[in-house]
């Protein structure tokens, strides 16, 4: 049984960093993607950033480049998204998700979702 499990939400300033985490378990990750999502209230799910399990390609929507930063644990099966310079405008639920093999920037395309972590930035 596959299981994500985010951390690392939290309260922040604009301008200040967070740094989340998603220990994945349950498979052998080494073919998937490994994508992170937010959802705002009364918004729809969004991409943020994906990264190839295998390689390490990156991926990052427009709104967050140069800002967040996805890696990779292959020891600790544990994905990261660094976040800096935080906005008003990240506030979100965040969530980890896998998929196989592809990437793709859809959540309907994503087979496995984690639970998701707050985040919250003030002005």
């Known amino acids: 049984q596959v299981q994500l499990v985010e951390s690392g939400g939290g309260l922040v300033q604009a301008g200040g960093s967070l740094r989340l985490s998603c220990a994945a378990s349950?498979?052998?990750?080494?073919?998937?993607?490994m994508g992170w999502f937010r959802q705002a209230p009364g918004k729809e799910r969004e991409f943020v950033a994906a990264?190839?399990?295998?390689?390490?390609?990156?991926y990052y929507a427009d709104s967050v480049k140069g800002r967040f930063t996805i890696s990779r644990d292959n020891a600790k099966n544990t994905v990261y998204l660094q976040m800096n310079s935080l906005k008003p405008d990240d506030t979100a639920v965040y969530y980890c998700a896998a998929r196989r093999t592809v990437i793709s920037y859809y959540p309907s395309e994503y087979h496995y979702w984690g639970q998701g972590t707050q985040v919250t930035v003030s002005s």
């Open positions: 349950g498979r052998t990750f080494s073919s998937y993607v």
């Open positions: 990264v190839r399990w295998s390689g390490g390609s990156t």
